[in-house]
């Protein structure tokens, strides 16, 4: 018997937060758009209230010292898109973590499923919007499990993660990646929640708050669990800045960590499911119906969206045009670790990054608020395939400057330029790619319409990248040194060539093979399909627009 406050209610808006700029890209959520197709319908009952109010609306806007009023919503939603961050950044370190420990780029294409479910999300957001219980609250009634489950989860992971991580056959990758695979899916449902609820908690004077609480707090969450974490869980990193005298193991352990912010969790969930109302307003505030679209309409209205032939183009377009950046972007970071760079060495790198991020996009935006954003996404094309090969030459000069003490502070100048050139490049086409989405959506269905196309473009970085990783074994060639008549094929091989008191030494590696290969199919597209890119934006206004069935 279904229970009587479930509701199966119309979906409401959902939106997705700009893009933190401290996760990797096919981790960022760059979906701006709300999934409703038009303004929120208000009953009758809803109008009158309305009416009645207004005048008392405009005294009380007087009084209302913007947002003063509200500081500890604001605050609230700040503190629930940081945890947000955290499950994201200790899914990002892990890939770190696990190739320090020297396994095997197969292991590391498996792993990256991880990052996949932000980039997913849409498939679900329309369930999250419409189930709910109407006496605990529509967004409670997601948010309070979700997070109690992303708490739990962090908890078990505390017991288990050493056994996961120093197993005697080498890292559980698979039961890792189940565990971050389940922590990023309730990271990404625990979004959609506080989105939505974002847009009821604060006042309409306010709403706009709710974008930068969901940028600061994720990007904030991003660096407690991926830089702060790598930094003091790296022994040499404590020994040489932090403390006195030197020990073994860092401030902070994995598990230590996962304990402390599983409990932060559930202590928090708890403080938020007894004494935060959901539906309480404040005075002088209107209150509107969120839902407009059933669950059924939305998934027929996206289904529309894609069959129409400009569209399809697009999407096929998008879901390809980051081939040639998938070994540069993917790969890359775990070279320099391989070669001996100190993981947390690399993440600290991300830091100064923080402002260029901040200030590309109000910068870009300049030249791709024009009629042709695409321009600027076909011009920056072949600087970042040339970044990629870049990249590859750093990753091979790598060896020749390990010191003795580590690195000398000028190779980590020069890491820092490259990365500071990729993010120019980066953020010019994802830009461009923005403005587009916005040009071409129609303005009826226009949160579902840009959605749909940023979660194409997610998906787009998402497969090569995994790809990429899977690709890096195959394609490197080693040979057994020291021991006659054995080879280095297979891991079975390798074992046997160690055994007979030889070395597996490699001649070629595959991560080289990808760089070239991903260029030159780089740059393939750029000439043939990037043209057509360039040409949808001759394509008429009426060519985008969706014929919705009445």
């Avoid at 899914?91 to 020297?102: R, T």
């Avoid at 498996?110 to 479910?117: A, G, K």
């Avoid at 209150?287 to 998934?299: D, P």
């Avoid at 600087?383 to 502070?409: C, H, M, N």
């Amino acid at each position: 018997m279904e229970h009587p406050d479930l509701i199966t209610h119309k979906n409401g808006r959902q939106r997705k937060p700009a893009g933190a700029p401290l996760p990797p890209e096919n981790m960022r959520d760059i979906d701006r758009g709300d999934m409703s197709a038009s303004e929120p319908e208000v009953d009758d009952e809803a109008e009158g209230l309305i009416r009645g109010s207004d005048s008392e609306d405009r005294r009380h806007r007087r009084v209302q010292p913007g947002i003063r009023g509200e500081l500890g919503n604001v605050l609230l939603l700040l503190f629930l898109y940081v945890l947000q961050g955290i499950p994201l950044g200790l899914a990002g370190s892990i890939p770190l973590i696990l190739q320090s420990k020297s396994v095997s780029y197969k292991d590391q294409a498996f792993f990256s499923f991880v990052f996949w479910p932000f980039s997913l999300k849409l498939l679900w957001a329309p369930l999250v919007d419409a189930l709910y219980f109407s006496r605990f609250g529509r967004r409670k009634s997601w948010l309070v499990p979700t997070q109690y489950l992303l708490g739990l989860f962090m908890l078990y992971l505390s017991v288990t993660v050493n056994s996961l991580l120093q197993s005697e056959g080498g890292p559980k990758v698979v039961t890792l990646t189940a565990v971050f695979f389940m922590l990023a899916f309730l990271a990404a449902t625990q979004d959609i929640a506080v989105d939505g609820w974002a847009l009821t908690m604060l006042s309409r004077q306010n709403v706009g708050y709710a974008s930068t609480c969901n940028s600061v707090g994720q990007t904030a969450g991003y660096f407690l669990g991926n830089v702060l974490f790598l930094a003091l869980e790296s022994a040499d990193f404590c020994n040489k800045y932090l403390r006195i005298e030197p020990k073994d193991t860092g401030i902070v352990t994995l598990p230590d960590f996962l304990f402390f912010w599983g409990m932060v969790f559930l202590v928090s969930t708890t403080l938020v499911a007894v004494f935060k109302r959901e539906n309480e307003h404040g005075r002088g505030r209107r209150r509107v119906q969120e839902e407009t679209k059933g669950v059924m309409e939305t998934y027929n209205l996206l289904f529309s969206i894609i069959n129409m032939p400009t569209v399809f183009t697009f999407c096929v377009l998008l879901l390809t045009a980051k081939m040639g950046f998938s070994a540069a972007d993917a790969v890359t970071g775990l070279k320099l670790v391989e070669a001996g760079v100190p993981k947390e060495q690399l993440a600290l790198l991300a830091v100064p990054m923080v402002p260029l991020q901040i200030l590309l996009p109000v910068v870009i935006s300049k030249y791709t608020a024009g009629p042709r954003p695409l321009d600027v996404f076909y011009k920056a094309f072949p600087f970042r395939l040339i970044i990629g090969l870049e990249y590859a030459l750093l990753v091979w000069w790598t060896p020749s400057v390990k010191q003795d003490g580590g690195f000398p502070v000028y190779y980590y100048g020069i890491v820092l330029l490259s990365y500071a050139v990729h993010q120019v490049a980066l953020y010019s086409m994802y830009v461009a790619c923005m403005a587009f989405h916005a040009k071409v959506s129609d303005p009826l269905i226009g949160g579902t319409y840009m959605t749909l196309l940023n979660t194409v473009t997610n998906l787009g970085g998402n497969w090569p990248s995994t790809l990429s990783l899977w690709m890096v074994d195959p394609l490197t060639s080693k040979e057994c040194q020291g021991a006659v008549g054995q080879s280095c094929g297979s891991p079975e091989e390798a074992g046997l060539c160690v055994k007979e008191g030889g070395a597996c030494v490699t001649t070629l590696d595959g991560y080289y093979v990808e760089s070239v290969v991903c260029v030159v199919i780089g740059l393939a597209w750029w000439v043939w399909l990037g043209k057509k890119m360039r040409r949808l934006q001759d394509q008429s206004p009426a060519a985008w627009r969706c014929r919705i069935n009445q």
